[in-house]
C-alpha cells in the first residue's frame, strides 16, 4: 500500500494498455526508466476514482515517498470517447510512481488516449 493521501489501494498487474502507454512514453522521453517497466506493480488508483490515473510500486523497490515528483514525459491526446487527455509519467527518488491522467479542459476523463493520438507538451 502506498502513502499518497489522494489514492484508493488497488493491487493489480498492469493492464496491456498501461504497459504500453508507459513503455512509449519511456522509449521516447526516459528510456534509463525502461528497466523498471518489467517489474511495475498498480499499487493504488486516484482517489476521484474514476479517471484511469494509477500509482506504481515494483517487485523488489520500496513504494516511492509521497513528495517532490519529476516530470518523465508530458503528452496530451484525445481519447475514443473525444475527450482531451493529459497523460503524465512521473518518477519519484528515481522510481517510476505514477502515470497521471488530466483534462485540460476540466472535462471527467474515463480513458487513455491511444499512443497514435498522442502528442508531445513542449
Not at 488497488?10 to 522521453?29: C, G, W
Not at 534509463?32 to 517489474?39: F, G, H, P, T, V
Not at 503528452?75 to 487527455?85: C, E, P, Q, S, T
Request: glycine share 8%.
Amino acid at each position: 500500500m502506498s502513502n499518497m493521501p489522494y489514492a484508493i489501494e488497488h493491487q493489480r498487474q498492469l493492464s496491456e494498455e498501461e504497459r504500453n502507454l508507459v513503455s512509449f512514453l519511456l522509449e521516447n522521453e526516459a528510456p534509463q526508466y525502461l528497466s523498471q517497466l518489467a517489474s511495475l506493480l498498480v499499487i493504488d488508483r486516484c482517489g476521484c476514482g474514476k479517471c484511469p490515473t494509477i500509482m506504481f510500486g515494483s517487485q523488489g523497490h520500496e513504494v516511492p515517498e509521497f513528495g517532490e515528483f519529476t516530470k518523465l514525459a508530458d503528452y496530451i491526446g484525445k481519447a475514443d470517447d473525444g475527450v482531451l487527455v493529459g497523460v503524465m509519467l512521473l518518477e519519484r527518488n528515481g522510481v517510476i510512481s505514477e502515470l497521471e491522467a488530466w483534462s485540460p479542459a476540466g472535462e471527467d476523463i474515463r480513458k487513455w488516449p491511444a499512443i497514435e493520438n498522442l502528442a508531445q507538451i513542449d
